[in-house]
């Protein structure tokens, strides 16, 4: 693996606050900063170290919320502050990555890029890496949209799916449908079927065709972010994104691009990846004990317990007698015990503790 | 009621390290020490409370261990050092108790004494206190050994038993038998019996006549601290304690004079008492929500949730979805969450933990 390709660019998408972690993530420590496995590096922190060796550092940008640039700087100290771009407001994925897009191509016009999460989890690097590096070839100089999709080993019904249609190359196949997230009969059926991936949220194409694709596809976003060309990469690039970023419409880029252009392509892959997206996921990859039981960080003593998740600071001691199939996750103020499959009732559990307790609480 | 009595003494046991609330109370800070209701007051501060209402303030003797002293001062800032006596080692209640007599008879050989654990909750003040006066009065003059019998509300299996004879004044009874804590089945015979009441493990009696005792039942222990009078009450007292305290025999008053005695006689009484002896009995006296959860200290959020006793710091907010009849506690570094009936196993949960953990854990 080399990152000697000067056109290939990362953009790490790090501002999600999601609360499916609540307690142990907090709306001022969201999951991408966190160590779940006690590894020593956060999601973040992992992503970056994954990238780095096939995009060149100064290559790599975060995109964010203003709210977390500090946290992005401790953590990741090997970037400047013109790799950090900071958002002023939280919108969805498509003005998050068509801003990085405009950006990069103020830098230079032949650039490919990569998409990704800032809190996925890769167990197979190597073929991962791989993998994007293909794709990024894949991608370099033709007018092409491709995602990566993960071969499923489960009936997930937590993902979306991607339909794959002919194959077009070694590993690479145009995409028929986007789903979204399936019932459990449907997901069995999806897997079966051998056509069916999960949609990892990851995505490659070079500069010019993802802003091809936006002013074809979302013009108002195009017209909004197109207006800072020639103020992208300068000084007041962070000025017109204060000004202009919150006026752009709310809209994911699956459902505004990717499931509208018809030259969106696939690369297939299996390479121990999960979207940690919920307690149950986290559960699914950590190691467990005897009786299933998975301890995250602190110390455990289990009794007549099986199936449980325990997730406190390091340091603390849990004694757990007669608990199955628990989530218990402690973190400053906030003690949660509930079913480790009750995640449909976090939101209600953090509003809730919002209206009780006050903004510390969340 | 009056303090005026100046033959009247109160003698607090305060020495207990009781593993039954840990992780709430820890052997560096026993249950004695704690404000389980939030009222502001330690289960000790409150034991002081009451007595001084009707005993001078300079006769009130706490017995602790030594490494208590300095909680003991912190709470009770109204005790000079001379009313605190501090056992070098652990013994149980008949050398405590022994000690306390003959320290009082150096100061004041005509007293009488009380003597209370520091650790239990009376909720009618009055009520106790009054029994407590007349108590005094009943021994003070008279070689008897007076205990105090709370009428049962219920069949408490945890609890010992008294059991009364032929009355012998206005709510003076001589007792029969002393009794250890029964099955359930014979708990129900007792309560309906209408002759059995509770043994509260307070006692009252002139200091002559619990020396006089002591010399007959327990003549090694007699010796053994006998050998002080002339000490006590002098600075040399701590220094004779430290050498021979250790080597007292360790008996309860209990089994070494109470059971064996033929001038014992008991006072009964409804006064809201509890030993507090289990999160159970913990339980049945805190507040309830509509879905009989109790919340001591900390804030809670229930879903689904029935019968449960959380206990954690004042600032935490516990959130529990789907617990039945949970004890849910959490102090410093250790979280305990066990059927809140599974007290036979707390001794088992802090050995493991200790050797697990360390003693920085209990």
């Known amino acids: 693996m080399t990152t000697n390709n000067k056109n290939n660019f990362c953009v790490i998408m790090g501002g999600g606050i999601g609360s499916r972690f609540w307690p142990f993530s907090r709306k001022t420590l969201p999951k991408q900063f966190l160590d779940f496995f006690g590894t020593g590096r956060s999601l973040l922190q992992q992503t970056f170290d994954r990238f780095k060796k ?8 975060v995109v964010t919320n203003d709210m977390y640039a500090s946290l992005i700087k401790e953590q990741l100290p090997e970037l400047s502050s013109e790799q950090i771009l900071l958002e002023p407001t939280r919108r969805n994925t498509a003005p998050c990555i ?3 897009a ?46 990566l999709g993960i071969k ?3 009936p997930e019904t937590g993902y979306g799916y991607i339909q794959i249609a002919e194959q077009t190359g070694d590993n690479f196949y145009k995409v028929k449908t986007f789903t979204e997230k399936p019932e459990l009969e449907l997901a069995q059926v999806f897997v079966e ?7 990892s949220g990851l995505f490659m194409w070079n500069v010019k065709s993802i802003l091809k694709a936006g002013e074809q596809l979302l013009p108002e976003l195009a017209a909004k972010l197109s207006a800072g060309i020639g103020v992208y990469g300068t000084p007041q690039e962070k000025r017109f994104i204060d000004e202009n970023f919150p006026a752009c419409p709310n809209v994911s880029i699956d459902f505004g691009i990717m499931e509208k252009a018809d030259n969106v392509y696939v690369s297939l892959g299996d390479f121990g990846w999960s979207d940690l997206g919920t307690w149950r996921s986290l559960y699914e990859l950590a190691p467990k004990d005897a009786d299933r039981n998975v301890t995250l960080k602190c110390d455990s003593l289990f009794y007549n317990s099986k199936g449980n998740i325990v997730a406190m600071p390091k340091g603390k001691l849990a004694v757990i007698d007669g608990l199955e199939g628990f989530l218990v996750a402690e973190s400053d103020n906030v003690l949660l015990i509930c079913k480790k499959d009750s995640e449909h009732a976090m939101r209600k559990f953090v509003n809730d503790a919002q209206i009780k307790m006050g903004e510390d609480y969340i």
């Open 193 to 199: 079927s051998g056509e069916f991936y999960w949609n």
């Open 98 to 100: 068509a801003w990085a």
């Open 102 to 147: 405009y950006h990069i191509q103020a830098i230079n016009p032949d650039a490919s890029m990569v998409v990704a999460p800032s809190d996925h989890l890769i167990l197979k690097e190597d073929e991962f890496l791989d993998t994007v590096q293909k794709g990024l070839e894949f991608v370099a100089n033709d007018d092409k949209l491709l995602t």
């Open 54 to 61: 096939i995009i060149p550092v100064e290559n790599i940008l």
């Open 152 to 154: 499923p080993n489960r």
